[in-house]
């Protein structure tokens, strides 16, 4: 361990995911340790799991420590929640964290962490102007970053696109609940991806999430303005961007 490396926490909805990482390279120093997220998921229960995951690591007292919450996070607080109990509504996650571990904790949304990831060692590395990543799953997550700088919790995927939330329309899990081919579902995508771009104008379009393993079924179906490439760091991007951020003293 030295001064260049951060430690990151990716919190989901099964499994809370942390490992050290070299903030000059978005690499990780370790093997991930995963522990499955508590059950019912309240906030001291995955606070201690937290806890016990960064105990796991023997880090230097000051590595930055930054995690990733799926929700907005607002100046430390979570407005909503969906994929965690509702009990996390109004909780300030940085503060609960810190005082769990005895460490300054930075929480980040999880699409935000990725994108910031991407854009310091993936897909988008050295591209200026305006970049927007999208993960898709369960929902759709965004990022957007312009000229390197994060413009935290967007969330794009509660777009109204025909008279519909675009996640709930063009999500990956849509396309498996519906039993959607490759070409409907890219139809779906299209229609998002047209409104994204009428409202952003972005430079870059990055699409993570654990579909873009199979990016070529369906990024080469859509039409762009932007080019639009498939996320690199995929199930580390949260951890590195997390940790990337702590080191830069986090978002809002």
Excluded: C
């Amino acid at each position: 361990m030295n001064e260049r490396i951060g430690f990151g926490i990716d919190i989901g909805g099964s499994g809370i995911k942390g490992a050290p990482v070299d903030l000059a390279t978005g690499e990780l120093t370790a093997d991930r340790v995963r522990i499955p997220t508590p059950r019912p998921s309240k906030p001291a229960a995955v606070a201690a799991t937290v806890a016990e995951l960064v105990a796991a690591f023997d880090l230097p007292d000051g590595a930055p420590v930054g995690l990733t919450f799926p929700a907005p996070i607002k100046h430390g607080i979570v407005p909503f929640i969906a994929n965690l109990h509702r009990s996390w509504t109004g909780v300030d996650v940085p503060a609960l964290m810190s005082e769990v571990t005895g460490r300054r904790v930075v929480a980040v949304n999880d699409a935000d962490a990725a994108g910031v990831a991407e854009v310091a060692y993936g897909a988008a590395k050295g591209v200026p102007g305006v970049v927007l990543l999208t993960t898709l799953g369960t929902g759709i997550g965004s990022a957007l970053v312009v000229d390197g700088r994060l413009v935290p919790n967007t969330e794009l995927g509660h777009l109204q696109v025909d008279g519909h939330d675009a996640e709930h329309r063009a999500s990956a899990a849509a396309k498996e609940t519906e039993g959607l081919s490759w070409t409907d579902w890219a139809a779906r995508l299209q229609r998002f991806y047209e409104t994204v771009e009428m409202l952003f104008s972005p430079d870059l379009l990055v699409v993570g999430g654990g579909v873009s393993k199979k990016h070529e079924k369906f990024l080469p179906l859509l039409t762009t303005k932007a080019p639009i490439v498939p996320a690199m760091l995929r199930n580390t991007a949260g951890i590195a961007g997390a940790a990337r951020l702590a080191a830069a003293g986090g978002a809002t």
